[in-house]
């Protein structure tokens, strides 16, 4: 049997705050940091909903959606499409905001445009949209962003649009950065067609995704603020080595590959 079609109804606060911790602890397991470019998450209007769009690297985006989510919008309920045979597969995850859209088309456009205009007619939500929709390097240019995220910014001007780009490159550490960048905000009007605002949505990710990349590439985590510090150090027998040496030096043991970092 098919979930109820209100992603709202079905939500659960409890079981979203179980699984923002899970997340946070995974991310934490598996990166050195998550972080954000400075100066972090731009000034938005209270009153007013939220699409947070972002290009698709990694299988990790949506465990990262979920970690941050809290901390970025206390206060705000967030939800996000998935292909509908996954939420079948996963029915608990519409307990924490995901709703399935059919890949099959007009079908699946129709409804993921009904279901996000729903959500989206409430001041206090968040959507989070990967608006790749597939898998794709953080250096594809163009990003080539799919259609839904523009036609339902069309039927709900009222809505902030967020750009934000996700990567994960290594420093000098043994795990990954989880990093993250906001872009300026993408006001829509009501007589803006949804070309117009799809060639706008390309656009301002396409800047934001070159400013974190510029900034993966210098690898200064000054430029970032950590919101989940992950697992320091190399870990195995090296790292044990690393501590026995310290200890007999006398000196305060590090675990950092770059103490800085």
């Known amino acids: 049997m098919s979930p109820p079609s209100d992603p709202a109804a079905l939500r659960s606060p409890r079981m979203v705050a179980f699984f923002e911790r899970v997340m946070r602890g995974q991310i934490a397991r598996n990166f050195r940091a998550l972080r954000v470019a400075k100066p972090g998450l731009p000034e938005?209007?209270?009153?007013?909903?939220?699409?947070v769009f972002t290009n698709h690297p990694s299988w990790w985006d949506p465990a990262v959606?979920?970690?941050?989510?809290?901390?970025?919008?206390?206060?705000?309920?967030?939800?996000?499409?998935?292909?509908a045979?996954?939420?079948?597969?996963?029915?608990?995850?519409?307990?924490?905001?995901?709703?399935g859209v059919p890949q099959d088309g007009a079908r699946g456009a129709a409804q993921f445009l009904r279901t996000g205009r729903r959500i989206l007619d409430e001041p206090d939500r968040v959507m989070w949209i990967t608006a790749q929709g597939?898998?794709?390097?953080?250096r594809?240019?163009?990003?080539g962003l799919r259609p839904g995220a523009a036609h339902l910014l069309a039927r709900c001007p009222q809505v902030q649009a967020v750009p934000m780009a996700v990567e994960y490159p290594f420093w000098s550490e043994r795990r990954p950065e989880a990093l993250l960048a906001f872009g300026t905000p993408v006001e829509v009007s009501p007589s803006d067609g949804p070309d117009?605002?799809?060639?706008?949505?390309?656009?301002?990710?396409?800047?934001?995704?070159?400013?974190?990349?510029t900034r993966a590439i210098a690898r200064d985590p000054a430029a970032f603020e950590s919101l989940i510090d992950g697992r320091r150090g190399t870990?195995?027998?090296?790292?044990?080595?690393?501590?026995?040496?310290?200890?007999?030096?006398?000196?305060?043991?590090?675990?950092?590959?770059?103490?800085?970092?």
């Open 196 to 213: 117009a605002i799809a060639a706008r949505l390309e656009a301002a990710l396409t800047d934001t995704a070159d400013t974190l990349a």
């Open 140 to 143: 594809e240019r163009p990003l």
């Open 235 to 261: 870990g195995g027998v090296y790292g044990q080595w690393q501590r026995l040496r310290d200890r007999m030096a006398g000196r305060e043991h590090v675990s950092d590959h770059e103490p800085r970092r």
């Open 65 to 83: 959606f979920m970690a941050v989510h809290g901390v970025l919008f206390p206060g705000r309920a967030g939800f996000g499409p998935i292909d």
């Open 85 to 99: 045979e996954m939420l079948e597969r996963y029915r608990f995850m519409a307990r924490i905001g995901v709703f």
């Open 44 to 51: 938005l209007v209270p009153d007013r909903p939220v699409m």
């Open 134 to 138: 597939r898998f794709a390097d953080m």
